[in-house]
């Protein structure tokens, strides 16, 4: 059988691509993109983080447009910004800058600065609000006034600087000391990424992979697919200041930057215990303590914190493990790459798969010829 | 004052200043803007503090103008889609590297802005304490 090349389908798509506009707008409801940005919180944090873009607006108004659906909207974002020129490198960001917002141990109960819990659902029941349906903007109005009102209160300062818990067991001797690495990072946006990779290359991708994916991962890792069981050492949510150089003179002294707005982000330190040698004389064994670091734009707890698993599981690729196979975890978290793929599985294959077709007739064939033989 | 501390009051503060502010050196010189507000990205490179090495964090959208003031350039820099506010930066910053005597009066209005940021950040720190866990212990 001949392949046969074929063409049409024009009247069709652009009929479809009618019918999902019709889909969107059949319900006659307009939703404004000013309501996705101050009631979707955390799909806007999500699809910022996965699409790499840190922008409330453009998120929101990737939403609007995707209906809601996440991997069509991070799909939005980052085509967006492939058209866009990247300008300017930030200076580095250092989180100790960060303005908290919350900031909570699992490993401490009483760290200096207390456990700030800022906003949460870990406390909530999770049950249906039904009072929701009959939600007033008045009533809303007058609510987030009085709360408002009540924060009015004398309240002890906070420090603007809070010390890390893991600077607390670096100075006890518990996790290793190590000194700032200036290095310039990899950028995966720019270069394809080669294995093994860099740390840079890694949490790059960790950073900007799939919030379910990323947990799948980490969640097997704990399960028995890796070695570790962490504990959150600190979680922090907050914001940071971004600076960039000025770009119209040779000038790099800090004061001279400019300062461009702030992002938020959430930030996870996790503890893993790992059995080391001791230097001694009697060579004794001592348990320390190595960090994975997961960190993502917005409010995103469980991706940061498994993220914070798998940066873990990556430093330990000697271990037999799919979660510890950087190729395993690296190229199967980007939603992109992974939607994308399989996505592309429902556009015509027909000259693939008459090809197998006609194979498998033909083995069928000589088959039946041999059974008569 | 220098650029970074004025930039971040600019910013942080009310956006009417940085308006008013421009306003007044586009009614008396002339402004000639050598770039239209446009879109780009900044990446944000930033330090882990697991083993203190660099890594890129992802992008921010920003919007930039350059404006020009007696053959001197200025530059504004924000977050997000801010034309209005990329271009007044622009003409404040070109204002101060021109040295125009209108820039030594500023200072009284940026430091009184920077003040109220500052109260206002401390107060919305000091709020997020009441958050803040006190834990008793339990006879068992």
């Not at chain 1, 999500?46 to 453009?58: N, P």
């Not at chain 1, 707890?301 to 990556?314: G, V, Y």
């Not at chain 1, 992109?336 to 007739?361: M, N």
């Not at chain 2, 430091?111 to 997020?128: H, P, Q």
Request: charged share 30%.
């Amino acid at each position: 059988m001949g392949y046969v090349a074929v063409k049409g389908g024009t009247s069709a798509i652009e009929e479809s691509i009618k019918r999902l506009r019709y889909e969107r707008l059949k319900g006659k409801q307009v939703i404004d993109v000013e309501v996705i940005k101050h009631s979707m919180r955390g799909l806007i944090d999500q699809i910022m983080s996965e699409g790499s873009l840190y922008s409330r607006d453009l998120a929101a108004l990737a939403i609007k447009q995707a209906e809601g659906n996440p991997e069509e909207a991070t799909f939005l974002i980052r085509a967006y910004r492939s058209t866009l020129p990247r300008k300017y490198y930030s200076k580095v960001v250092e989180t100790e800058w960060m303005r908290v917002e919350r900031r909570i141990s699992a490993a401490f109960k009483d760290i200096p600065g207390g456990q700030i819990l800022g906003a949460t659902y870990d406390y909530t029941h999770r049950l249906l609000d039904f009072s929701l349906y009959e939600e007033k903007i008045e009533e809303i109005k007058e609510w987030v006034e009085e709360f408002e009102k009540s924060l009015e209160t004398d309240c002890e300062e906070i420090s603007s600087q809070l010390p890390k818990v893991i600077d607390l067991l670096r100075r006890e001797g518990f996790i290793d000391q190590v000194k700032r690495d200036d290095s310039e990072p990899e950028d995966v946006t720019r270069k394809s990424i080669e294995f093994p990779t860099t740390r840079s290359e890694r949490l790059q991708i960790l950073t900007r992979g799939e919030t379910g994916a990323l947990t799948a991962l980490g969640y097997a890792s704990i399960r028995g697919y890796g070695t570790l069981h962490p504990t959150v050492g600190e979680l922090r949510v907050g914001k940071l200041p971004i600076y960039i150089d000025y770009p119209l003179e040779n000038s790099d002294t800090d004061e001279d930057s400019i300062y461009i707005g702030e992002i938020q982000v959430t930030e996870v330190e996790s503890l893993i215990p790992d059995v080391k040698e001791a230097d001694n004389e009697n060579g004794n064994k001592e348990i320390q303590f190595s960090i994975g670091y997961g960190i993502c734009y917005g409010q995103n707890e469980t991706k940061a914190i498994a993220m914070s698993i798998l940066d873990n599981c990556l430093e330990k690729s000697h271990i037999d493990s799919p979660v510890h196979n950087e190729e395993f975890v690296l190229m199967h978290v980007d939603c992109i790459e992974a939607t994308g793929f399989i996505s592309h599985l429902k556009l015509p294959h027909y000259v693939t798969f008459q090809s197998k077709l006609d194979s498998a007739r033909k083995i069928k064939k000589e088959n039946k010829r041999d059974e008569k033989l | 004052m220098k650029r970074k501390r004025r930039t971040t009051i600019l910013v942080k503060g009310n956006w009417k200043i940085a308006k008013s502010l421009a306003d007044e050196i586009i009614s008396k010189y002339k402004v000639q803007v050598i770039q239209e507000p446009n879109s780009g990205l900044v990446m944000v490179k930033m330090r882990e503090t697991s083993q203190k090495k660099l890594f890129y964090l992802g992008e921010v959208l920003v919007t930039e103008c350059k404006v020009q003031i007696d053959d001197i350039l200025g530059v504004g820099i924000i977050q997000d889609d801010n034309p209005e506010m990329a271009y007044y930066l622009a003409v404040i910053d070109a204002s101060y590297n021109t040295g125009l005597e209108e820039t030594k009066e500023w200072e009284t209005v940026l430091l009184r802005e920077e003040k109220l940021i500052k109260d206002r950040e401390k107060k919305e720190a000091a709020s997020i304490l009441k958050t803040k866990v006190n834990f008793e212990t339990m006879d068992v």
